[in-house]
Structure formats: structure tokens, C-alpha cells
């Protein structure tokens, strides 16, 4: 396993030494997401990820960019629902400053309030793009239908009139403090001994302390354990649907486990993942774009957390085509479940992991991302040999198993997003459960209104 040292102030680092690397790849995570936000908290974690690029006590937002980029390294951020991450990738020699610059954005900014204004418009901007993207409209449609009400079904960045009801004051308290060096998962990959790295990270938080203990108010920090809990969430198999103005509908099948889980059952859901949908080679792509034409996209996946595991197959296909499709993915997920799968499909499932894996370990991004995914999931992170033993362990067995527990007596959740009519959506078994049918011009009222604020 790769130790995970625990460095003054309460963080934790995991690193690895990749050896030939040229360049190296740091995360700062910290275990907040939108699942995890208080109903007057929504989208402040989102809000957060951005503000981290507008200033710090040291380094203006143009200084942040410029310092990273003129050495061609990148630097970016994601908010997930479970997590939110600022990370760097630089050439291996400038491993130093992207440790610099990440603690500095993590732990340092200032939120100016002009920043903030401005910032709040962007966020705005941004959620109404996502708006116009059907896709994205789709699968937020989808996570509410099968989660209703989850905190796991709501839109990571909040919706537009949440976010302009954020105050300034509120926010940066709520950074204070939920992003403290306590909180604090780094993980890095590149040609640096960990050791080095710790040593660095060390002093780098140990200023950022020294200057904090006389800013912030410890009586400001809420307890952790009352905002941490997590719940699997409730999982409706219905069927349902949203109508919208477009030329194809997005149509998803979805399953969801719940936990115990271990790394043994992620590693045999995601080779049969690629047997079942990701791959070109796979069933579902096989039989419903290479056989009988009913699509050009369609693909499985799957997301497995401490609480849940959610497996999904989608594809987008025309609305008279619809009943067809559905009839014909629903037969192929049946007979996996009855029959399973070959030797010959299970080995060449697990070769395809095994060489997808090999090839990933020449990103160092990856490897720090896969780093901080183990030890979100299990407390631990295996090194890259332990990882590959496991995956070429897989055989028939562990696959077929692992196929009867995702699909066999299970009921699926199936949803469309799309101009169809209540013939088609019948046709396609949409009408039972929950129905959701909204007119295309209600659509455009409701982003008319979140338009006007």
C-alpha cells in the first residue's frame, strides 16, 4: 500500500515516486461536496472551487495563472458531489511551486468582494449554459428521478437564484471553516521522492498556520460530524419522463447496489462494465449500433462511493425508434443476467482493463487522482503493482458474480429526455412510477425566469 503521512497541522499526504516521469501532478482534496451542503449552503462549495482563483493574501488571480503557465504547466479545480479538488500538473524540476501555489489557493484566498460580484455572475453564466446543454439537462433530469429529493440528485453548482442569494460574509466563513489544512488529503505522482515532498508541504503549512492563528476564530468551526453524514439513498425503479424540444431522446437504464463494498468489487464492475457498455466490443454496442442501427451513442457506466454504487447504460436515439431500442437493451441486460458471460468475453474484459490501466500510469494526473479515489473509498491506496495483480486475478467467476449481483432480480430504473409522445413513452414502458411531462414552452418560461434573477 502507499502510506498516507500524516504532516503538522492535521493533513495527510499520499504520494508516489513515478519513476521516468517528466512531469509531476499534485491534488489538495478536501471531503466536502454538494452532498454534503446545508439547504441555505447550496452551491457554496461550487462557489468556493472558484474563488480560490481569484486572490490570495500573496498572489493576485493573474499572478496564480501566469506563475503555473510560463513554466507550461496547468492548474485547474473540480467540486463533485462527495469532494472538491484543486490540482496541478508542472514539468518534474518546477514540483515546488505547484506545492506553493496549491497551498497558497487552497488556504489563503481573500475573496475580495468585488471578485465576489463579479464571480457570482460567472457561476449564473455558467448554470444557464448548462441549461442549454441538453445532455446536461438530461442527466440532471435523470439523478432527480432516481433520487428524488436525495442531496445526491441536486445540481453540483446550485441553481441560479441560490447563488445570488450568497452573501459574501457567508461564504468566506463557511471556507474558513471547512477548508483548513485539517481537512486536508494532498496526493502527488512525479519524479520526487515522497519524503521530499513531505518535507515541503511541512513547511509550506506551517506558515500558512502561523499566519492563520491570528486571523481565525476557532469558535468558527462547526463540528464535522454533523455535516458529514452520508446516507445511501433511497432508489426509485420507476419509469419516467421529460419532455423536451430536440431532435433525438437521451434514454438511461440504471441499477443501484448498496454497500458493503471492497476495492475486489470495483475491480470486477469495471471489466464487466466494458464487457456490458464502455467498450466498442461490448454487447450494447454490438447489438444496438453495430447490429440493428438504432444509435450512434451508447455506453455503460458506473460510480461507486462509500454509500451507493449507481451502473447506468444510455444511449440518445430517435423518438420513433425509442420502444425498439429499450425492448432491445432491456434483452441484452436479461440475458446477462441469466446467462452471464463467456470465458472468452470475461478474459478478453479483464486483458482490456489491465492494458487501459497500464497505459493511464503514464499520466501522472491519473495516478494522483486514483491515489486520493482509493483513500476517499477505503481508507487506503494500493500501489500500482497491487493494482494490477488484482485486476489480472479476475476470472469468469468473479465477473459472472459480480453480473448476477448488479443485474439478476434487480428492478432498473429506466428515463427518457426528449420529444417523444405518450404513445412512445407507453411503448417504451415510461408511464409507470413517477411521470414527469413538462411542455418545451414551461421549459423556456422557467429559464426565462432564472434569467431575470
Request: a negative charge; aromatic letters at 8%; glycine letters at 6%.
Amino acid at each position: 500500500m502507499i502510506p498516507t503521512l500524516r504532516l503538522p497541522c492535521g493533513a495527510a499526504l499520499a504520494a508516489e515516486t513515478a519513476e521516468g516521469a517528466r512531469s509531476f501532478a499534485a491534488g489538495f482534496w478536501f471531503p466536502i461536496g454538494s452532498r454534503h451542503e446545508a439547504p441555505r449552503e447550496r452551491g457554496f462549495v461550487h462557489f468556493v472551487e472558484h474563488m480560490a482563483f481569484k486572490g490570495t493574501s500573496r498572489r493576485s488571480a493573474a499572478a496564480i495563472s501566469r506563475e503555473i503557465e510560463r513554466v507550461g504547466g496547468y492548474l485547474n479545480a473540480f467540486t463533485d458531489r462527495d469532494s472538491i479538488c484543486l490540482h496541478c500538473q508542472v514539468p518534474g524540476a518546477h514540483w515546488r511551486l505547484a506545492l506553493d501555489v496549491l497551498t497558497d489557493m487552497a488556504l489563503c484566498s481573500i475573496f475580495r468582494i468585488e471578485d465576489f460580484e463579479r464571480e457570482s455572475e460567472v457561476i449564473v453564466s455558467e448554470i444557464l449554459s448548462a441549461m442549454d446543454d441538453p445532455e446536461e439537462c438530461s442527466h440532471d433530469e435523470f439523478l432527480s428521478a432516481i433520487w428524488p429529493g436525495d442531496p445526491l440528485s441536486r445540481k453540483i453548482a446550485g441553481e441560479p437564484q441560490e447563488i445570488r442569494r450568497i452573501a459574501r460574509d457567508a461564504l468566506f466563513s463557511f471556507y474558513e471553516s471547512e477548508f483548513s489544512p485539517r481537512s486536508l488529503l494532498v496526493t502527488a505522482s512525479g519524479p520526487v521522492p515522497p519524503a521530499d515532498i513531505g518535507e515541503e508541504l511541512s513547511r509550506l503549512l506551517g506558515a500558512v498556520e502561523e499566519r492563520a492563528s491570528s486571523l481565525r476564530s476557532p469558535a468558527s468551526a462547526r463540528p464535522a460530524a454533523s455535516r458529514r453524514a452520508e446516507t445511501t439513498p433511497a432508489f426509485c425503479a420507476a419509469g419516467g419522463y421529460v419532455r423536451a424540444e430536440m431532435e433525438q431522446v437521451h434514454f438511461y437504464e440504471a441499477v443501484q447496489l448498496e454497500p458493503p463494498f471492497s476495492q475486489d468489487d470495483y475491480f470486477s464492475l469495471s471489466a464487466l462494465n466494458g464487457a456490458i457498455g464502455e467498450a466498442a466490443s461490448s454487447r450494447l454496442f454490438l447489438s444496438l449500433r453495430e447490429d440493428k442501427g438504432l444509435c450512434y451513442s451508447v455506453y455503460s457506466a458506473f460510480s461507486m462511493s462509500r454509500t451507493e454504487c449507481l451502473w447506468m447504460a444510455s444511449a440518445n436515439v430517435s423518438p420513433a425508434r425509442l420502444p425498439e431500442l429499450a425492448a432491445e437493451m432491456d434483452r441484452q441486460l436479461d440475458e446477462a443476467a441469466e446467462r452471464g458471460f463467456s470465458g472468452a468475453e470475461c478474459a478478453d474484459a479483464v486483458s482490456r482493463l489491465s492494458g487501459s490501466f497500464e497505459l493511464s500510469l503514464d499520466d501522472t494526473d491519473f495516478r494522483m487522482r486514483r491515489i486520493a479515489r482509493q483513500i476517499f473509498f477505503s481508507g487506503e491506496a494500493m500501489t500500482p503493482e497491487e493494482e494490477r495483480e488484482s485486476i489480472v486475478r479476475l476470472g469468469p467467476a468473479e465477473l459472472n458474480a459480480a453480473c448476477a449481483r448488479l443485474l439478476r432480480g434487480r428492478k432498473r430504473a429506466r428515463f427518457a429526455y426528449g420529444d417523444l409522445s405518450r404513445r412512445a413513452a407507453r411503448a417504451s414502458g415510461l408511464e409507470k412510477g413517477k411521470v414527469s411531462c413538462l411542455a418545451q414552452a414551461k421549459l423556456s418560461e422557467t429559464s426565462v425566469a432564472a434569467r431575470r434573477g
